[in-house]
């Protein structure tokens, strides 16, 4: 079946600009996670969905960054004024739910390149 | 607290070799573990995990795990590695007793198969 995809797959912003990135999980899974990826700082874990609601936004870096999930699916990540330090590969994960031994499965990323 | 350490960089090993990707873990009770592969320009995809039950696991790919609860740790191994594994591999963690969903992946380990 589909998988978790992710658009767009390439971004080049401004620095200052506003960009969204959007997720669209598996069919049925419930939960749903925000991961970065840069150079020396390896993954990082930015936010959680369980549903609709984010139970955990702790990853989050900065006030700048925030995200949304409508109707328990597709997930869009919102960085507002967007700084060179953004640049990274930004990872959506999605599994049946949480708990559980259940695997992650992620998509194919977008490449964010704030210049 | 969960973390994982993937004390190697880099593995470079010879096709048709044994490979053998290291993973060590910390938690405080009994761990999830995981292990994802990562080819250039790709999100994660998933290998194995151990939940519980046997020792060693069988994953995709021909790849296995063995769980060491005594040395806390969860080695990558394949018996006899192909040019095409050539990638970049990640050990993650999750410490049941504490969180329901949150991964610490290890800084990653760039393997290299030559033919």
């Known amino acids: 079946g589909a998988g978790v995809s992710q658009s767009p797959s390439n971004k080049v912003t401004e620095k200052g600009k506003d960009v969204e990135l959007r997720c669209d999980p598996i069919s049925g899974h419930t939960a749903l996670y925000w991961y970065r990826q840069s150079l020396g700082q390896g993954l990082e874990f930015l936010i959680y969905f369980q549903g609709n609601s984010a139970p955990d936004k702790s990853g989050l870096p900065s006030d700048r960054f925030s995200a949304e999930r409508t109707g328990g699916s597709v997930s869009t990540l919102t960085i507002q004024r967007t700084q060179q330090e953004d640049s990274a590969v930004y990872l959506c994960?999605?599994?049946?739910?949480?708990?559980?031994?259940?695997?992650?499965?992620f998509g194919p990323g977008t490449r964010l390149t704030v210049t | 607290a969960q973390s994982v350490a993937q004390p190697e960089d880099q593995v470079n090993v010879a096709e048709g070799n044994p490979l053998t990707v290291k993973c060590t873990y910390s938690v405080s009770g009994n761990p999830y573990l995981f292990w994802y592969v990562q080819y250039p320009n790709r999100g994660l995809q998933f290998l194995l995990k151990?939940?519980?039950?046997?020792?060693l696991v069988k994953g995709s790919y021909g790849f296995e795990a063995e769980f060491n609860k005594s040395q806390t740790s969860f080695h990558l191994k394949k018996p006899s590695a192909l040019v095409s594994d050539s990638a970049l591999y990640f050990c993650a963690v999750r410490d049941p007793l504490y969180n329901d969903y949150k991964l610490s992946f290890g800084a990653g380990t760039t393997v290299t198969v030559r033919a």
């Open positions: 994960a999605s599994s049946p739910r949480a708990g559980g031994g259940h695997e992650q499965y």
């Open positions: 151990y939940i519980t039950g046997d020792n």
